[in-house]
């Protein structure tokens, strides 16, 4: 079974720049995740979709991150513009169940890698 | 709100010695509790999680953890530290109820094995 894709893989741009992520869930999987890590501290979530729509973006800065998830498949999370505090590792995730249930296993992409310089 | 605690931002063992990395939870009632490791450049892993009434849960890679209600802790352990162990550990949480599956991680604790 394929696990979750991310690209790229790494991504410099300067501030106020715009950036985009790409994940590709594991076949099957209803829920996805996007979570921020940065340097030295536990990744937090961004945003979560059940199918094609958001269960939860509370702590999605909306004034410069977007994310959709059109068809209920893949996943595209955009900064516009960047700033320096958004350097951090993108880690997409994502679950089998329904509704993402609290029991379910997410499964991680390898993240994407952005510096804001 | 719901928070982790992991005690320890760094612990290095021996090879062959005990792994004992410290995990606390606050919340009044037991949440879901997982533990997850990420290697260098890689995604986290699923090495346990806790989501039934057995308080001992093993995982992969020869680890396992013990939840206690009383201390509000999920401590991962493992008996022989190997090198390939050398990670990054992360605890996570996620409310029972009311909770999509948002999960809550702790700041990680990097583990060092010496050889």
């Known amino acids: 079974e394929a696990g979750v894709a991310q690209s790229p893989r790494y991504k410099i741009i300067e501030k106020r720049q715009s950036v985009a992520f790409w994940c590709n869930p594991i076949s099957g999987h209803a829920t996805l995740y996007w979570y921020q890590q940065i340097l030295g501290q536990g990744p937090k979530l961004l945003i979560q979709?059940?199918?094609?729509?958001?269960?939860?973006d509370s702590q999605l800065p909306k004034d410069r991150f977007s994310a959709e998830r059109l068809k209920g498949v893949d996943s595209t999370l955009k900064i516009q513009p960047a700033k320096l505090e958004d350097s951090a590792v993108y880690l997409c995730?994502?679950?089998?169940?329904?509704?993402?249930?609290?029991?379910?296993?997410?499964?991680f992409g390898p993240g994407t890698r952005l510096t804001v310089l | 709100a719901q928070s982790v605690t992991q005690l320890g931002s760094h612990v290095s063992v021996s090879e062959g010695a005990l792994v004992l990395l410290r995990c606390n939870y606050s919340s009044s009632v037991p949440p879901y509790l997982f533990w997850y490791v990420q290697y260098p450049n890689q995604g986290l892993q699923l090495l346990l999680k806790?989501?039934?009434?057995?308080?001992l849960v093993k995982g992969i890679n020869g680890f396992e953890a013990e939840f206690k209600k009383s201390e509000t802790s999920f401590h991962l352990t493992k008996p022989s530290a190997h090198m390939s162990d050398a990670a990054e550990y992360f605890c996570?949480?996620?409310?029972?109820?009311?909770?999509?599956?948002?999960?809550?991680f702790g700041q990680g604790t990097t583990l060092q094995v010496k050889p």
């Open positions: 995730a994502s679950s089998s169940l329904e509704g993402g249930g609290a029991r379910d296993t997410q499964y």
């Open positions: 806790y989501t039934s009434a057995a308080t």
């Open positions: 979709f059940q199918n094609n729509g958001v269960v939860d």
């Open positions: 996570a949480v996620t409310p029972r109820s009311g909770n999509t599956g948002k999960l809550i």
